[in-house]
């Protein structure tokens, strides 16, 4: 038997929640893939073929080859569109002998009644959700032909005491995560491992004397509580929290790298990162304020350090050579009337909004004096500080203004509000789509590709309007 | 402009007009004072923040200090029409504790009598 696990799908509600892919999202702080894999070694299913999406390398680098799990694992690639059954039918060879198939964000939410090694007795079934098959269970390739090809009725995991849960919103996975610290969580440990109040505390777990600790709680390692916290009851905490002094955590879940501040009342939310969620409707409120709410690991890894420092260095030359004749220039500029600074608001990653300073042509005639301006990318000089002060990249996604590009934030898994960008050069370039595709490729050599070219064209094309002038 | 000043029933109504954070917050301040030293004789004030989509530890701050001036002054202040995202800020702040806040501002002005 083999065991299929389609972490390709889309899922809107697990995207609100962070960067933290949705089959990685955890569950009683542990990732709803590890329960999963955890099946297979029950069925005694010792293949697994992952089909991955855009966060491959996230699943990739968890899962690895499989060993933790004892079973060997294969990966594969999701054509866009193509439809997980059709998927299903196309390798067909390889669940010759019974097929195990989850579809989507489903947990396999273990009932009072089930009995260790429960999955044994498991029969042919298929599990629907929204119309799509997210659990497929067949013993021989002729039942997994039956159900491919049926709706899906059918009681079969419940047969074995096993909810078939489909984690279809924020509120299903923040209900699911207290019902497991209220209750289940013992379900899923070996017996004589689950303590009697059901709480859990990881490794290296700190908590001062007067702490507060209220059972039931799940926390998970290196995490630490400041002086007169209260940490439950039903609390699911996951690695690497920091809770300040006199803070109050009460039937929320709190997931990896956060950091609450002092004196907080968490109470029916989901934090994670710098992200506050309230689960009832799925408002999600970002805050990177130190004193309150933020993401306690930096986002940065080597490579971006080192991708910062370099441009960091570039930004700080092009300024050297911008800024005499941007004093010489801009009096110039001003004193023709033909141009001037205007200041916009654009969306900020961190702050919410900056205001910016736009060059913008009040009147259409031509100039030596502004084009010359332009051809020297002096416009972009009050950005380029900007850079120097960590407050913009220099490369990146184009600035979207506040409030007018709202829907295009929205769209956006992750944005870098660059001084220079795709439009820069080209003159056909698609906000959206270029945004996506640079946010995708994100690289030292990307960056210095756009600042060369946009420096270029600019230069080249004597500081004629470019794409990014629709800002 | 970032702030609406306008007065009904001798009661001082502020509508904020974008976000609260440690970018605005100095704005804000500056254009409250300089109105309510134009109009001294009102001691009572009602912050609309219908149009306040986020607010910050320092837009929280400033409330509780425009607050407490305003109490130091024997009046007192309210919320109105504070939105669902600065709501959850309040939550997890507890600031809910430390203000009165309403529904919209003519319900914040009635409260007054």
Known sequence: ?471 | MLVNFSRQNDIGVIKVGKALTAATVDTFREQLSRWQEAESDVKNYVIDLEQVDFMDSAGLGTLIAVLKRITERGGDMKIAALQKKPRMVFEITRAYKVFEIYENVDDAVKAFD
């Open chain 1, 1 to 471: 038997m083999i065991a299929v696990f389609n972490t390709a799908r889309a899922c809107d509600w697990a995207q609100q929640i962070g960067d933290t892919p949705w089959p990685l999202l955890p569950v009683a702080n542990r990732p709803l893939l590890d329960y999963w894999l955890e099946a297979c070694t029950e069925l005694g299913v010792s293949k697994v073929h992952i089909v991955l999406g855009e966060d491959a390398k996230q699943i990739e680098d968890f899962i690895g080859s499989g060993e933790r799990w004892n079973v060997q694992v294969e990966y594969a690639f999701a054509r866009p569109a193509e439809d997980s059954l059709d998927y299903l039918k196309t390798i067909s060879g390889h669940w010759k002998d019974g097929l195990f198939y989850m579809g989507g964000p489903f947990f396999l939410r273990r009932r009072k009644a089930y009995v260790s090694n429960g999955f044994q007795d498991l029969k042919a079934c298929r599990h629907d959700f929204n119309k799509e098959a997210m659990f497929i269970y067949g013993p021989t390739s002729a039942e997994v032909d039956a159900l491919i090809d049926s709706s899906g009725a059918g009681r079969g995991l419940e047969e074995v005491h096993i909810h078939p849960y489909a984690i279809g919103s924020i509120k299903a996975y923040f209900n699911l995560n207290l019902k497991m610290v209220t209750a289940e969580f013992s379900r899923y440990v070996t017996a004589g491992f689950a303590s009697s109040d059901g709480s859990s505390l990881g490794y290296n777990v700190r908590t001062p004397p007067s702490s507060h600790l209220q059972s039931p709680i799940l926390v998970g390692n290196d995490c630490r509580f400041g002086p007169m916290t209260t940490i439950g009851p039903n609390a699911v905490i996951a690695n690497h929290v920091i809770v300040d002094a006199f803070s109050e955590l009460v039937d929320c879940l709190i997931l990896d790298d956060t950091y609450i501040g002092r004196n907080l009342e968490i109470r029916g939310k989901i934090v994670s990162g710098n992200r506050v969620i309230d689960p009832s409707d799925g408002t999600v409120v970002r805050i990177d304020d130190s004193w309150l709410i933020a993401r306690n690991r930096p986002d940065m890894r080597t490579e971006d350090v080192v991708r910062y420092i370099i441009l960091w260095f570039c930004t700080l030359g092009l300024v050297a050579v911008q800024v005499i004749p941007f004093c010489l220039l801009l009096p110039m500029v001003l004193i023709s009337r033909v141009a001037g600074y205007s200041r916009k608001l654009f969306h900020d990653p961190h702050t919410g909004y900056i205001i910016l300073p736009v060059f913008i042509k009040y009147q259409d005639r031509r100039s030596a004096i502004y084009r010359l301006f332009r051809a020297l990318s002096l416009d972009k000089f009050p950005w380029l500080l900007r850079v120097l002060r960590g407050k913009l990249f220099l490369c990146g996604q184009p600035p979207m203004r506040h409030p007018e590009d709202d829907e295009l934030i929205k769209q956006l898994k992750q944005y870098y509000p660059g001084v220079f960008c795709y439009q820069d050069y080209n003159r056909d370039s698609d906000r959206l789509t270029d945004s996506l595709w640079y946010a995708h490729i994100r690289s030292l050599y990307e960056d210095v590709k756009i600042l060369i070219k946009a420096l270029l064209t600019r230069f080249l094309s004597a500081g004629r309007k470019t794409a990014s002038d629709r800002v």
